[in-house]
């Protein structure tokens, strides 16, 4: 894993740390004003362009604010993490901001809802030819930015789930923290081009009267009792010693994956080389399914104690609400593929898989236990859409989730998250544990099976002995297949 030095570490910290501080004191206020304009817009009997451009300034502010917030949060995590699968969390974090980002400004060719090429029309339209260039000037920045830093692959495994073989060999791939940190660095620095264009446009368009601006003020500055309760929520949770908890957690998630990787890779060989042999392959498969399961697991598991290290290790309520969004994501991905959220995604599901292997031993293994936790756990995950989009997503074809994502931020509430965050993680090393006993069956059962063929071998080749009478060939003989049979079956001992 190659890092940054460690004077570069501290002083990126500060950076984005301060930049934090600065973005959570403009956004309510380019949030409300924002809300100001809308309302003046409804207002109008006909359609108003200055109002209209002017939307779309401000949707513009709001979105660089909070994307550069995003940013700076999942930069200041990276560079205080500790151990490899951690760093590797929140690359791919800045990597989901970095895609994200240049969906929502620039967005994709033939693209028109992008926030810069909405701009670039209608400054053409108000004979701003000098904004319309700097758009157009943006715009390309992004697209080269788009080349040398977005992982789209990355972004749609990781934050999908779909296959836990290939997200784990994704991951592998990232270990260059200096490459993420100078694609953060590089995206700030286009956001600085777009706020200086949102301001000038802002200054044109003089979009607010003062009445308007004596509201929106005296809205801002307001006791937020909410915040308070969740600092305390915050200052308890550290002093339970949890990040002490977590993070042992984490310092052996990656070499768990790796194990878990290699048996998968085993069994894999395994299969391949009975089908070409034409013998049966179905205990290997059940096991594919089984180890497929628990590396997803994993995944869920590590991910979501990354989210709540990444909420301890935050210096604001905001900063630790950005980093709990991310349990959304994890939780809606993971836990689709792992059980479902109904009937019909269920029947393709991993649990489902699991169900088909016949182990007579299921009912020791509290089966029917852990599939009423996942169904309590998965009971709102429909309803819980949602939310995991508009935390994933800054804009999705037609719609422009950032104020509905702050929206969610203020209704958050942290006790409420940090408890389903810890539930999940119950449920993910139950889980866990039951793959294990699962997987312990089925070697006991294969032992048992070696054992039995073993026996009927060497049952016959002692038939065979006693009735070759002293024909020193024959016994010769004999002795031989005994030998090849302990090799074969010999080793399998039933514990």
Not at 135 to 156: G, M, P, S, T
Request: charged share 30%; with cysteine; proline share 1%.
């Amino acid at each position: 894993m190659a890092d940054a030095s460690p004077e570069t570490i501290e002083r990126l910290i500060g950076n984005s740390e301060k930049g934090l501080k600065d973005i959570e004191m403009s956004l309510p206020l380019i949030l409300e004003t924002r809300q100001a304009v809308l309302d003046a817009i409804e207002k109008q009997k006909e359609s108003n362009f200055v109002l209209e451009l002017m939307l779309v300034v401000f949707d513009t502010l709001l979105a660089e604010n909070e994307m550069i917030y995003d940013l700076s949060a999942s930069l200041d995590a990276l560079l205080k993490a500790n151990n490899d699968y951690t760093k590797r969390y929140f690359m791919q974090s800045l990597n989901l901001c970095f895609v994200e980002a240049c969906q929502l400004f620039a967005g994709d060719e033939g693209d028109e809802k992008g926030l810069l090429t909405r701009l670039e029309k209608l400054t053409k339209q108000l004979n701003q030819t000098g904004c319309q260039l700097i758009a157009r000037h943006i715009i390309d920045d992004i697209q080269v930015f788009k080349k040398d830093y977005c992982d789209i692959e990355l972004r749609n495994i990781t934050r999908h789930y779909d296959d836990p073989i290939k997200m784990y060999e994704k991951q592998q791939e990232l270990s260059d923290i200096d490459f993420f940190a100078k694609g953060a660095s590089q995206l700030m620095a286009i956001r600085m081009e777009v706020s200086v264009l949102s301001s000038f446009l802002l200054g044109l368009l003089a979009p607010v009267n003062k009445e308007q601006q004596s509201v929106v003020s005296k809205k801002t500055f307001r006791f937020d009792i909410k915040g308070l309760i969740n600092n305390a929520v915050f200052n308890a949770f550290k002093q339970r010693n949890t990040e002490g908890e977590i993070q042992r957690t984490l310092a052996k998630g990656q070499s768990t994956l790796d194990e878990c990787y290699k048996q998968y890779n085993q069994c894999q060989a395994a299969i391949r080389f009975l089908e070409e042999k034409n013998c049966m392959t179905d205990d290997f498969k059940k096991m594919e399914s089984l180890l497929k399961l628990r590396m997803e697991t994993l995944f869920l598991q590590y991910d979501v104690a990354c989210s709540v290290w990444g909420f301890l290790n935050a210096s604001s309520d905001k900063e630790r609400s950005q980093n709990l969004r991310l349990i959304h994501i994890t939780k809606q991905a993971a836990l689709t593929h792992i059980y479902g959220y109904n009937e019909k995604v269920r029947e393709n599901s991993l649990w489902t898989a699991i169900k088909k292997v016949e182990e007579s031993s299921s009912e020791k293994l509290n089966t029917e236990t852990v599939e009423k936790m996942l169904e309590a756990l998965t009971g709102n995950l429909n309803e819980d859409k949602e939310n995991s989009e508009i935390f994933a997503h800054y804009r999705y074809k037609q719609n422009f989730y950032i104020p509905a994502r702050l929206e969610a931020f203020n209704r958050m509430e942290h006790h409420k998250e940090l408890m389903d965050a810890m539930k999940l993680l119950q449920v993910c090393k139950t889980l866990v544990e039951y793959t294990t006993g699962l997987l312990f069956c089925m070697d006991e059962k294969q032992k048992q099976e070696r054992k039995r063929r073993h026996d009927e071998w060497m049952g016959k080749l002692d038939e065979l002995v006693a009735r070759s009478g002293n024909d020193e060939r024959m016994r010769e003989s004999l002795n031989s297949m005994q030998g090849l049979i302990n090799q074969i079956y010999g080793d399998a001992k039933v514990n």
